[in-house]
């Protein structure tokens, strides 16, 4: 065998295993972008599946402050039927705080420790300050590269750099969001408990009837009960400020 047919040889035996390397880094491209594409995937479904149970949550304490308005205009009011809007009220607060929170979104389990009503959003908007730091930090740096690195191909490094940036700017921009509509629902439900408990309250005092008047101190408990859930639901959430008075 002469010098260049050796070298031929050589040169055959070079390019396959480049192809092959080539191959497989194509491979494990798709992989990884697969398994991104299926984490997003399951992360929308779960996102979908919390955000219909929290709606119906809602819709049932709306439901209940227009019977509790209606309630407000009767004469005398039916303690029973207050602790009965008491329960609900309470189910109401479990089944959104069950349907999960910022919390979750953030992977991390919700701490008892209390915050100001701005904090949950502010951290939210640090992040989402850092992120876009990150973005325009890659962009400016990404645009100093050479022209084959500007087209974006999947195995640039800049590119998965800013991407990543991105997807944390827009979850941290829509976990200030669900913060504050937590937040929102928990005090709208922490006022319509204490107008039962104070109506029960009233309601006691106005009774003479001895059976009426436990029928009101079941009301009131039912009332504290539902504002306790608001205390657990806000812990859970991960929410602060929301306190069990007025």
Do not use: H
């Amino acid at each position: 065998m002469n010098v260049s047919s050796a070298s031929a040889m050589v040169n055959v035996l070079n390019e396959g295993r480049v192809q092959r390397e080539k191959a497989a880094d194509e491979r494990s491209a798709a992989r990884l972008r697969d398994a991104r594409s299926a984490v997003a995937t399951l992360k929308q479904m779960n996102t979908n599946a919390s955000d219909q149970k929290k709606a119906a949550a809602k819709q049932r304490v709306n439901q209940l402050k227009a019977r509790l308005q209606m309630l407000k205009m009767s004469s005398p009011v039916d303690p029973k039927v207050l602790a009965q809007l008491a329960r609900e009220l309470k189910s109401a607060v479990s089944s959104y705080a069950g349907a999960g929170g910022s919390a979750g979104d953030l992977g991390v389990t919700a701490t008892p420790a209390a915050s100001t009503p701005s904090a949950d959003v502010g951290a939210a908007q640090v992040e989402a300050g850092d992120a876009a730091a990150t973005a325009q930090a890659v962009a400016t740096e990404q645009a100093d590269e050479p022209k084959q690195d500007e087209a974006g191909s999947p195995d640039n490094p800049y590119q998965r750099m800013a991407q990543d940036a991105e997807v944390k700017l827009a979850d941290a921009s829509r976990r200030g969001v669900s913060s504050q509509a937590d937040r929102d629902f928990l005090t709208d439900v922490r006022g319509l408990a204490n107008q039962i408990k104070a109506m029960a309250k009233q309601a006691f005092a106005s009774k003479a009837d001895p059976v009426e008047r436990r029928d009101a101190e079941t009301a009131e408990k039912a009332a504290a009960d539902a504002l306790k859930a608001v205390d657990d639901a806000s812990k859970n959430l991960n929410v602060g400020g929301i306190s069990l008075t007025v």
